[in-house]
């Protein structure tokens, strides 16, 4: 039996909904992190593919390079990512995170796990924990097509 499609509809908006809940309850699990989410991403960005230009960074988080360089300076500012010159163009920079960068991002992503993983484990019961588990495949197949 297929399912309706005004179900359907329904599930989409409410897991809309509860999945911009969830990642603000995430955000909340580090309140110390005084990164916006613009900051965040490009940091995020920095350290999992490494150095960057600055217009390699704005095209990717699809920003103006005045926006981006706006985020970069505060990040700079704030010692989390430092200026080097281009390998092979000496008329560009590239931005590389640095180990404070690193360590902020590695205690934000452990403080938000660590809420989510306490909250599975003490809110689901084993059978909804299974559930929860498959239903992960499931989303990851959505997010790849």
Known sequence: MDTDREDL??????LHQLLGQLMRRMRAAHEGAALTLSQAAVLYRLVAEG???PAALARAERVRPQSMGATLGA??????????????DGRQV???????????????RSAKEGWLLDAIATR???DEQRTLIASVALLRRLVES
């Open 9 to 14: 509809a329904a599930t989409v908006s409410e």
């Open 51 to 53: 150095p960057h230009t």
């Open 75 to 88: 990040l700079e500012e704030q010692g989390l990512v430092v200026r080097g010159r281009h390998p092979t």
């Open 94 to 108: 590239v931005m590389t995170p640095t180990e404070a960068g690193s360590r902020l991002l590695e205690e934000i």
């Open 124 to 126: 689901l019961d084993p």
